[in-house]
């Protein structure tokens, strides 16, 4: 059985060492999981100028001696770094000759990966050259960097708006592989496609940007079984909104802690952010916060009840409500809902 692990879009640069150390962290997986062969979907660089600063890293420190094969593709933002007979270390393959797919097959014979060079478009000349490919008895994988058209929640990067090797799923599916395995979205993306076949984005294996949040993955391939995330340890932000509302203070700071204790990892970014209405003393609340989670992870937007619903607005909302003929389960909900919009209102601009 052959053991395939997955990434992409690292975007390598100088002055991001915890993008080398994710890469790292990925070789480490890779051989935790008794991985043959690590794929990646382009972007290693994140400009063509940085290849010749950090080439040196790699061959020495990444891509030499290790236990299993790297088979890499270009990406939009790195296929110039390509150009020419570089060497990247022992264990590298590069597939980088726009007028040719490469192929890596595994030395059990049950695993095969066919590369697609970068470029912009998949012109009729590379797909009949992949349709036309040689016939291969095992788990047959595609390996390119480019642009699904499919409801995908992630960006890629700075170039949202660009298209790069746009392909469809109709398109991928004709041609046949069991597995498509891509880079260009940042972030991590399962599918099945129509017949069975699976397509995945790892996303970034360290947060490039604060919008990408969550603990950072790649994918796993064992033949004869369906893709899979793995958890990487790397540096990523991590993301946490509440919203108090009277008497629900002691329940949404234990929401916190066990968030904090059971997320927040070494390698993590994180930002809390808390609004609403509490029904004490803001200092005091402001305390048990700080009591919690480091202060420089906390944005504290919330207001104090008092400070509601001593504005006029807020005490004839509350008479008038009084005087509906609404079951009080309904008039609690909607007091609630009240003091959650005018505690957001009262903290981000204060009550006029």
């Excluded at 975007?11 to 790292?24: G, K, M, T």
């Excluded at 794929?39 to 290849?51: E, H, K, N, S, Y």
């Excluded at 995908?152 to 498509?180: C, S």
């Excluded at 002691?250 to 070494?266: F, G, N």
Aim: net charge negative; hydrophobic share 40%.
């Amino acid at each position: 059985m052959t053991t395939l692990v997955h990434t992409a879009d690292v975007h390598l640069r100088p002055d991001a060492q915890e993008r080398l150390d994710a890469l790292e962290a990925v070789l480490e997986a890779a051989a935790d999981l008794g991985a043959d062969v690590l794929t990646i979907g382009g972007d290693l660089f994140d400009r063509p100028a940085d290849v010749e600063t950090l080439r040196g890293d790699l061959r020495n420190r990444c891509f030499t001696d290790l236990p299993f094969e790297v088979v890499l593709v270009p990406g939009n933002h790195d296929v110039d770094a390509f150009r020419g007979d570089l060497f990247f270390g022992d264990a590298c393959t590069v597939v980088a000759d726009e007028d040719h797919f490469g192929t890596w097959v595994a030395p059990d014979g049950d695993l095969r990966v066919v590369c697609i060079p970068y470029c912009e478009t998949a012109g009729d000349e590379l797909l009949l050259a992949l349709a036309d490919r040689e016939p291969f008895d095992g788990t047959d994988v595609l390996l390119f960097h480019g642009s699904l058209d499919a409801p995908i929640g992630a960006d890629a990067g700075e170039e949202d708006t660009y298209r790069y090797f746009p392909v469809t799923e109709a398109l991928l599916v004709e041609l046949g592989f069991d597995h498509y395995l891509a880079g260009h979205y940042h972030g991590p993306h399962l599918l099945q496609f129509e017949g069975g076949a699976e397509f995945a984005y790892p996303g970034t294996p360290a947060s490039t940007r604060s919008s990408e949040t969550g603990r950072r993955r790649v994918v796993r391939l064992e033949t004869g079984e369906g893709l899979a995330f793995e958890p990487l340890e790397s540096f990523h932000y991590l993301e946490k909104r509440v919203t108090v509302t009277p008497g629900r203070e002691d329940a949404v700071l234990e929401e916190l802690r066990e968030w904090v204790e059971t997320a927040v990892t070494p390698t993590a970014h994180p930002s809390i952010v808390v609004d609403g209405v509490v029904d004490r003393a803001e200092t005091e609340f402001a305390e048990e916060l700080v009591g919690i989670a480091d202060p420089d992870w906390i944005t504290n937007e919330t207001v104090s009840v008092e400070h509601v619903t001593a504005h006029p607005v807020i005490q004839e909302f509350e008479a008038r409500l009084g005087e509906t003929d609404w079951d009080d389960e309904t008039k609690e909900a909607v007091w609630t809902r009240t003091l959650r919009a005018a505690g957001r209102v009262g903290s981000s601009r204060g009550l006029e």
